[in-house]
């Protein structure tokens, strides 16, 4: 058998092809490049900023402004002629009833009366005979005194009469309820005829004064504390009212585990019904002099608060330590200077050291 062999020039070709295919899988010179960011920047400043707490609540009516009629006695509804969201004015007529036992009493108490004074007429005549008689040494002592006794026993019973038939008749005069104060009605629970029961569980009608609102908020109570009572506050959105802090009473709502704060408005009542859900912004404490920049500055990593500041074309990442905020500002405690400039859109994702080309800086 004939042993084949590669000729050197054969030999030497396949040395200098394996040599020329390490030379291409060589790796080519990177060429470094960088993207721009374009950002936008505020400088951070120096001033003052105010807590607030949001809270939510609801329109109520003041004290003294609503009236919830209830029959004084199991009674019968005669006249009712004001329906819902009907206007009344002080004064006005709003239910009459038909009370049965109130008149049979006053009927009682003036025919005692009449007894009384029949009573009173008979005993001042005996007296004047006895006395007339003693004075002519015809009748005893006894008998004079005895006619003594029985007049003031019957002046006593004329003025218990009298007395009871005023309180009948001011029973009576409970059979009328007029409005205490103008206002409107927004509630009515029956209609003439029906019989009611003397029963706050059985209102007749609901009145209140419009003009008399207030804002109950039921605050948080971790934040109790940093509320006092003159507060401002103001309801968001809508009507935009402000109001002020009158009541913070120290007793929990147990339904809501909160502390239901009485707010007044500052001037007129808005156009709100009753019962009306809001908003409110409450007022706390005012920190003076300290580095504000705008909300849209602050990054949130996890557990890390941080802005990212413009230094030359570059951004500098800074972890900051917050303090207070309100709508448009944050309080900035450490890590950060007055005219220092944050960038306020752009700096999502960016990281520290990045390229930057500032197109919109706010002085």
């Known amino acids: 058998m004939t042993q084949l062999g590669l000729r050197p020039s054969v030999t030497a070709m396949l040395i200098l092809g394996a040599l020329a295919a390490g030379c291409s899988r060589e790796t080519p010179e990177e060429v470094e490049s960088e993207t ?11 001033g003052n900023i105010t807590a607030v707490i949001h809270v939510s609540g609801a329109v109520t009516v003041a004290p003294g402004a609503e009236l919830i009629v209830v ?14 969201g009907d206007r009344v004015t002080q004064g006005e007529l709003l239910v009459r009833f038909d009370i049965p036992s109130t008149t049979a009493e006053v ?23 006895a006395r007339d008689l003693f004075e002519r040494g015809v009748a005893a002592r006894k008998e004079m005194e005895d006619a003594d006794r029985d007049v003031a026993e019957a002046r006593a019973a004329l003025a218990q009469g009298q007395a009871a038939l005023a309180a009948a008749e001011s ?28 029963a706050a569980s059985d209102p007749i009608l609901r009145l209140v004064d419009p003009r008399r609102l207030e804002v109950t908020a ?7 504390a940093r509320i006092v009572p003159g507060t401002a506050a103001r309801i968001v959105g809508g009507s935009g009212a402000t ?52 909300n849209a500055a602050v990054v949130r990593e996890g557990e890390e608060t941080a802005v990212l500041v413009a230094t030359g074309d570059k951004a500098e ?8 905020a309100d709508a448009q500002h944050t309080e900035v405690r450490s890590g950060l200077e007055a005219g220092d400039a ?13 390229a930057i080309k500032v197109e919109s800086a706010t002085p």
């Not at 409970?174 to 409107?184: D, E, I, M, N």
């Open 36 to 46: 721009v960011v374009p950002v936008a920047t505020e400088p951070a400043t120096l």
């Open 71 to 84: 029959a004084p006695e199991p009674a019968r509804i005669v006249e009712l002629p004001k329906g819902e």
């Open 107 to 129: 009927a009682r108490q003036r025919a005692e009366i009449e007894r009384a004074q029949a009573q009173m007429a008979n005993t001042t005549a005996a007296q004047a005979r």
């Open 171 to 198: 029973a009576v005069t409970r059979a009328v309820v007029r409005a205490p104060f103008s206002g409107v009605v927004v509630k009515r629970l029956h209609n003439p005829g029906d019989v009611v029961e003397a």
């Open 218 to 224: 039921f605050v948080p109570i971790a934040e109790m």
């Open 243 to 294: 109001l002020r802090v009158i009541s913070c009473p120290t007793s929990v709502d147990p339904g809501t585990g909160s502390v239901p704060m009485r707010l007044a408005f500052s001037i007129a009542a808005p156009a709100l019904a009753v019962g009306t859900p809001v908003q409110v912004e409450l007022d706390a404490e005012t920190r003076m002099k300290v580095v504000l920049i705008p």
């Open 317 to 324: 990442r800074r972890v900051v330590e917050l303090g207070l």
């Open 342 to 354: 944050v960038i306020t859109r752009g700096q999502a994702g960016l990281p520290d050291g990045a």
